[in-house]
């Protein structure tokens, strides 16, 4: 005969193991979460101005700060920067995509069978940006025209309104990007407790001068190495004493003409942002302009003061300093 009371112990059993199994799989995916949130939380970029801040992660922050970058190299207006951003945001949410609609693909959903270039030109977003502008100047009174009809000019999109949505983030985005708004962008960069290693200033420099193009890189980008071993943010020096330089020091002067000040002010504002936008690719340690300093190990903080205004007035490079 079989005992009455074998068939309850084994479902109170079961039901035990179940629930124990249930609360460890929900401590697991917490914990999975929640340090992942972490990790994405280190490894972002904000833009604040006018009372408003934008989320960016680290690969839409630089490709937004090359486009840009060659808009500068042409000498293109904050527009064709806006107008570029929001068309951008809409066809790939800022995103060097390799797929797409046919054959559509990079930063602007562009299309090798429809005269962009080769899929490898297509890619390089320094390419896809010349041609979106090479499109954008031949459009009369592009500036002045709405945002909606002067990407659908360029991009002859099935959706075209849908560029709208997107025109407020890309304004503030081109308020810094061209440096019009100072220390408005910070980005934090994800190393996972470990340190920042492995940069390179010949990268940097030779980025520098692709994306903003021979005519900055002459005038107004004069890039050199520090003439000085830079320190490791502890403040100790080179490790190991090979005197290596890591710093990369940018000439923030324009050409005679105009506000000089002024105009000194935004460029240098232009390139430090651009190098922090890049930070988490170029393994870039600190960033310097004037009399602010962002650090990768303090990016929490953003932008911080240095110095006097005396000091900062005297400023006119922007350094950006790699590490080892």
Known sequence: MTPTGGAPK?????????????????????????????ASLRAQCTVTADGRTLKLDTQQAANASTIAAVATSRSLPERAVT???????????????????????GLFQQRPSQGWGTAAQIMDPVHASN??????VK??????????????????????QAYAKHEADAALMASALTGRVSAALNCTTATGGAKLTGGDPAKVRTRLSREFGSKVTASTAKMSASSQTSGTSDGKGSSGGSGATRTVAVSSAVPSGGDARGDEKQRGWELAQWAVAHAHELKVEKVGFRDREWRASDSGKGWQKTGTAAEAAQAQDVTITVAQ
């Open 83 to 105: 107008i570029a951003l929001a068309t951008s945001l809409q066809e790939s949410g800022l995103r060097n995509l390799n797929h797409g609609d046919r054959d559509s693909m």
């Open 131 to 136: 041609e979106f502008f090479d499109s954008l």
């Open 139 to 160: 459009i009369r009174g592009y500036s002045r025209l709405p945002l909606t009809v002067a990407a659908q000019k360029v991009q002859k999109s099935g959706y075209p």
């Open 10 to 38: 084994k479902k109170g059993r079961l039901f035990r193991f179940t629930m124990a199994a249930l609360v460890l799989l929900g401590i697991a995916g917490y914990v999975t979460e929640h340090i992942t949130e972490g």
